[in-house]
């Protein structure tokens, strides 16, 4: 059995629909209860990494694999990789009409009770107490400065870009994912709503010590709000071209992404 919880192997993957190659061979892996940050320039890949993690339809694998758990999820459908206990906090969340954030995060909390509980025949384990559930999430919306309000408003309908991104947190700290993706959660925050977001990231952790996340950034300033960065990843051009420490998103920080470009892509240097 593989050392690592999650772990991606010589993945390539192109556009369903005009078959160009988007991922070119990416390699990367995560322990339990690790915290990595995915870093690099715009249109080097991360999204889309992010969102074939998911099962997104309009990517197709071509070749390698996706390990989670020691099982490969390549041809598991969208749903059922969330009920293995992966969770996606998405770049522009959608907006969902006429369904209110505490039922659908209630919904979604039963589904993933139904998939840890499946072989009991306890219905009463499957289903979360609504009073229990109400008072957990007055507590989330507090610590991410959310009027408890918002639990009665439409999935992401009508929030400002601060808000949505609060609530993609909220939705991962009330569903406690085993392996959540969060990309680029920290795009348009101004400072405050940044450390706000940055806490309530913070607080999940600490209330999940072996949860590992997969933070997709451009920038270092969510980072300097976050202690404890087990790994950096670089993408560029459709492949990981450097990992190491958090000093390497310091680095990045200083010099930006060109002296990297000119080391792995000096094509993708000249043609810009």
Do not use: C
Not at 56 to 61: D, E, L
Not at 70 to 89: M, N, T
Not at 216 to 224: D, G, S
Not at 236 to 241: A, N, S
């Amino acid at each position: 059995m593989s050392e690592f919880y999650f772990e991606i192997k010589d993945l390539h993957v192109e556009l369903v629909e005009s078959g160009e190659e988007i991922l070119k061979g990416v390699d990367l892996s995560v322990k339990k209860g690790e915290f990595h940050a995915l870093m690099g320039l715009n249109g080097s890949g991360k999204t889309t990494l992010a969102k074939v993690i998911m099962g997104h339809p309009s990517y197709k694998v071509t070749n390698g694999d996706i390990i989670f758990n020691g099982e490969s999820i390549l041809k598991l459908k969208p749903d059922e990789r969330a009920r293995k206990g992966l969770f996606i906090a998405f770049q522009y969340p959608q907006e969902i009409p006429g369904v209110s954030l505490a039922n659908f995060l209630r919904t979604s909390v039963n589904v993933r009770l139904e998939e840890e509980y499946a072989d009991t025949d306890d219905d009463d384990v499957k289903r979360v107490d609504p009073f229990e559930f109400n008072k957990i999430l007055k507590k989330k919306l507090n610590l991410l400065g959310m009027d408890k309000s918002f639990a009665k408003r439409h999935v992401n309908t009508g929030f400002s870009g601060g808000e949505k991104k609060r609530s993609e947190v909220l939705q991962m700290s009330i569903l406690k994912p085993d392996f959540a993706i969060l990309d680029e959660i920290d795009s348009g925050l101004d400072i405050d709503a940044l450390k706000i977001v940055a806490k309530g990231i913070v607080q999940h952790k600490e209330d999940n010590p072996d949860a590992s996340i997969l933070m997709i950034t451009h920038y270092k300033r969510i980072l300097n709000y976050i202690d404890k960065i087990d790994k950096v990843w670089v993408m560029m051009d459709g492949k990981v071209v450097m990992s190491g420490k958090r000093e390497l998103a310091e680095k990045l920080e200083e010099r930006g992404y060109k002296w990297i470009s000119e080391k792995f892509s000096p094509q993708l240097v000249a043609n810009n």
